[in-house]
């Protein structure tokens, strides 16, 4: 049996995407656009991805959704990740 923490932790990592799912999703050529996209103020920290000291980007889906769907999305409304990730 698993523990509901396990579980949350699992529903988390499914709402997190690699750079190269993300670029996918979008359409884009290259995993670098995203990159490009960011330094250009496209996607924010927070709202569209997370990169933690020592990790690559993920990519909250959630976020990438409402981008693609030209919604305004606030930190607020992105579900967080399980405390310990």
């Known amino acids: 049996m698993r523990s509901s923490k396990g579980a949350d932790s699992d ?3 499914d709402d997190l995407m690699t750079t190269r799912e993300a670029a996918r ?3 884009y050529d290259s995993p670098k656009t995203l990159r490009k996209k960011i330094a250009a103020g496209v996607f924010r920290e927070g709202v569209h991805f997370y990169k933690r000291r020592g990790m690559q980007y993920r990519w909250i ?3 990438l959704y ?3 769907r030209g919604d305004a999305v606030r ?3 992105i579900p967080r990740l399980a405390s310990g990730h």
């Open 11 to 13: 529903r988390s990592a």
């Open 25 to 27: 999703l979008l359409r």
């Open 61 to 63: 889906r959630a976020g």
């Open 66 to 68: 409402a981008y693609l």
């Open 75 to 77: 930190v607020e409304d």
